[in-house]
């Protein structure tokens, strides 16, 4: 018993292959011939039979001719497993490739779609990450007004060198009025810088400032100036702008700018011109200044 | 003290609290302003020792409508400054 089980094990495995070899040759050699259930069977009988008899014989033929009573119903088994085979292997196989391929698809679909519309959402998510942290420098610290009145002056004289610049184009004569300023963090200060139109045509400025070393310009708080809003100069005006600013206290706690006693306040005059841009800070709203009167 | 790292592509600057200076354009206040660089070459350019000059421009600016009038407070001038000046 345990040899016919063999046996059967043997020929249903190369029946298998052999089945699929029949079906996908006979299937390339006439397709039109064969449906996927439609095989002849008494073609496939017939070569199933004979190479079942050509391996059973070969393999088992010492066991079938030593055991009589199962040739028989292994022949029965033998075909129905054929059958089956034969019937269900290409279909299934196909089948299964064209599933596989179709959610493989929609897998690839789906991450492409999720990948774009990630590109598409990190743009709000970003902003709302760096205001969070701070990183990038978009998180502005807020000024905070009251901190002036209950401000205490720290006694660690720190040394603001002022700077004029101008751009190439512009032809203002910007300079400062001081060279440089000794102050306390916690205390207000004034400082002035001058400019002049030595041209017959009025120019509008606009300026930015930018405070060195890069760390102290967080602590670098301004009342009143006069950069970011543009300022007319008329034909060969000369005006005095002043700077009224202050250093934050918690300078002096910073680590980072324990050695530091020397600021550089940098400010730069460009042409207001259509399509100019500055890289200006965050302005929440416009400011309207007082418009000046004549006191009569 | 570091120089500008990959993160920092903007710069330092911020906007003022109280927005900008309107230009003088007459010189109302050049005197004052004399003065207080006067002041300054004088004390070896201490701010501390200058404030009562730093001040009276700045009443100056606000007297001629050139600045909003403010609490001396809160531009950060203490009652002791104050000196024979009154607050506005």
Same mark, same amino acid.
């Given at each position: 018993m345990a040899l016919t089980l063999l046996c059967q094990r043997h020929c249903a495995a190369f029946l298998r292959s052999s089945a699929i070899k029949q079906t996908y040759f006979t299937q390339l050699a006439?397709? +039109?011939? *064969?449906?996927t259930y439609g095989i002849p069977k008494a073609r496939k009988k017939i070569s199933i039979s004979k190479s079942f008899s050509k391996v059973c014989n070969s393999t088992t033929s010492v066991y079938f001719l030593k055991s009589n009573r199962c040739n028989f119903p292994m022949l029965t088994i033998i075909r129905t497993i054929s059958r089956t085979h034969v019937r269900f292997s290409p279909n299934r196989n196909s089948g299964r490739l064209q599933d596989s391929n179709k959610t493989g698809l929609i897998y690839i679909v789906a991450v492409f779609i999720f990948m774009l519309g990630g590109a598409y959402a990190g743009v709000p998510l970003y902003k709302v990450f760096c205001q969070a942290t701070g990183l990038g420098g978009q998180a502005v610290r807020g000024h905070d007004t009251s901190q002036v009145e209950t401000m205490k002056a720290v006694d660690r004289p720190i040394r603001v060198i002022f700077n004029a610049d101008v751009a190439s184009s512009m032809r203002w004569n910007f300079r400062p009025q001081q060279t440089e300023v000794t102050v306390r963090p916690g205390e207000t200060a004034l400082a002035f810088y001058t400019a002049k139109n030595p041209t017959d045509k009025p120019i509008i400025g606009i300026s930015t400032y930018n405070v060195l070393p890069y760390d102290a310009g967080q602590y *670098?708080? +301004?009342?009143?100036? *006069?950069? *970011?809003e543009e300022q007319r100069l008329n034909p060969k005006e000369e005006v005095d702008m002043p700077v009224f600013f202050y250093i934050d206290p918690e300078f002096a706690q910073d680590p980072k700018l324990e050695a530091v006693n020397n600021i550089t306040l940098s400010y730069t005059f460009f042409e207001a011109r259509d399509g100019l841009q500055l890289p200006l800070p965050g302005y929440p709203q416009p400011h309207d200044p007082p418009q000046p009167q004549q006191s009569s | 003290m570091s120089s500008l790292s990959t993160f920092s592509s903007r710069s330092n600057a911020k906007p003022p609290q109280k927005g900008s200076f309107p230009l003088d354009h007459d010189n109302e206040c050049k005197e004052f302003m004399i003065k207080y660089m006067q002041c300054l070459r004088v004390n070896k350019k201490d701010a501390h020792l200058c404030r009562l000059e730093s001040k009276d421009y700045l009443n100056c600016r606000m007297q001629n409508n050139l600045m909003l009038k403010e609490d001396w407070k809160k531009l950060g001038f203490t009652d002791k400054e104050s000196g024979k000046k009154e607050n506005p």
């Open positions: 006439a397709p +039109k011939l *064969f449906s *670098f708080n +301004k009342i009143q100036c *006069f950069c *970011f | -």
